[in-house]
């Protein structure tokens, strides 16, 4: 294994959930804000919906698209408090800008006595943050998480109108943290997990030709980072003694932390208003309540001691609410519409530099042409809108924040090609 540990007390987060979540796996997905479970009928439905698989014509479904994202600079204005001076300081920064590049590979087979089969590669979370400033450098100079599951899964006709499907969530996932407080401490560190296992299940009932009501649910799955923990910690930590600043403590020592993906549940409508207009309506829920503390175990006896304490979290449960609506322009071009409202988990008491989340706006918006019969091209874009948020001191926040974290947020631009046969 890798080494990928994190000074509890030192590091806020490294979690995902409404927080940095990333939902939208598709050309559709994208282009309709992640409104797209009770409306799923590509290739893409074996992830968002297998149940659907079971309503799909009677063809192999492929597609294969990437995802672009950029992260533009978070604001901080404010300050932050300085354990060496005891005091508020004033601590006005830009995180740095990102770029990164997902691939998704969706496919649902045909019918094979009354089953249908699907298979999916996914991101479904993800962080990433730098800053090159003091003092954000003292806790978040770089954190990145990667989350990449395979998800098979299968489709089961019940009758006409109802349909169940499920699947297996294979999810690995890796990360890269540095933080470094001079004569204080430093971290520099790169890890991974096992393979770790989940489930997924999705039932759809279409009690008219134009409407389907679906409700999927994915469940929680623990990652268990582990790897090599190696930096310094000043003397000063234990005795708080100023003399002891400039002595540090080497250590390098095997450590691990769970981390969970948390379970989420979703429940959808989607309707025909017209032959050429359909409108999605989604509810999502997502299960944040059980992460109340982070909590890092290290073999070395003073770094556990020093730095293995748990840290509350206190996290919430979160809503999301999804509109979509896709129009048939003509036979070739069809066109997708998105908006959403994405609450965060996190309390003010608890945001850090790492993951600066607040409640979002998300506006979207995709096209696809059909080249040929069985070939179509697509291309959708989506913008993540993070709401300013100020943090007070009466907040009392545990990585000693208090100020306003402004302008971030994402932008998503996807473009995909789909295959039937």
């Known amino acids: 294994m890798k080494k990928l540990i994190i000074p509890s007390i030192l590091c806020s987060t490294l979690l995902f959930g409404s927080a940095y979540k990333i939902p939208e796996q598709s050309i559709k997905s994208v282009g309709l804000a992640g409104a797209y479970v009770a409306g799923a009928e590509g290739a893409d439905a074996a992830y968002f919906n297998p149940a659907n698989m079971s309503f799909m014509e009677d063809e192999g479904f ?59 590669t996914a991101t479904p979370a993800g962080l990433s943050k730098r800053w090159s400033t003091k003092p954000q450098i003292y806790k978040a100079e770089e954190f990145t998480l990667r989350v990449i599951e395979l998800n098979p899964s299968f489709s089961y ?145 003073l770094a556990e001691a020093v730095l293995g304490r748990p840290k509350e979290k206190n996290w919430h449960d979160t809503n999301t609410f999804r509109v979509g609506i896709t129009h048939k322009n003509s036979e070739k071009l069809t066109t997708m519409y998105g908006l959403a409202y994405d609450e965060t988990p996190i309390p003010n008491s608890r945001v850090g530099f790492e993951l600066p989340d607040n409640d979002a706006f998300i506006f979207s918006i995709g096209a696809l042409y059909s080249y040929t019969e069985n070939i179509s091209i697509g291309a959708s874009y989506l913008y993540d809108y993070k709401l300013p948020r100020t943090i007070q001191k009466s907040d009392k926040n545990n990585n000693g924040i208090a100020g306003r974290f402004s302008e971030g947020g994402a932008h998503l631009l996807n473009i995909g090609l789909t295959y039937r046969y």
Request: charged share 25%; net charge positive; hydrophobic share 35%.
């Open 157 to 301: 006709k019940i009758n006409e109108k109802l349909s169940f499907g499920a699947g297996i969530r294979a999810i690995y996932s890796d990360g890269k943290i540095k933080l470094t407080y001079p004569n204080l401490y430093k971290e520099d560190m790169e890890g991974d997990t096992d393979i770790r296992w989940g489930y997924n299940a999705a039932l759809s009932y279409r009690p008219h030709k134009d409407l389907t009501l679906a409700a999927t649910y994915r469940g929680r799955v623990g990652l268990r980072e582990k790897g090599d923990a190696k930096g310094y910690i000043s003397k000063y930590i234990i005795t708080k003694n100023p003399a002891d600043m400039n002595t540090l403590i080497p250590y390098n020592t095997k450590a691990n932390v769970e981390v969970p993906l948390p379970a989420t549940l979703s429940l959808a409508a989607a309707l025909n208003i017209t032959p050429s207009t359909k409108v999605e309506l989604e509810y999502e829920r997502t299960y944040w309540h059980k992460y109340q503390y982070l909590d890092f175990n290290f073999e070395d006896p």
């Open 62 to 120: 492929l597609e294969i698209s990437f995802t672009g994202i950029y992260l533009p600079k978070i604001k901080f204005s404010g300050d932050v408090y300085s354990l060496a001076t005891q005091s508020f300081e004033k601590a006005d920064a830009k995180s740095k800008e990102q770029m990164f590049l997902i691939p998704h590979i969706h496919w649902v087979s045909k019918e094979y006595k009354g089953l249908r089969f699907g298979f999916s």
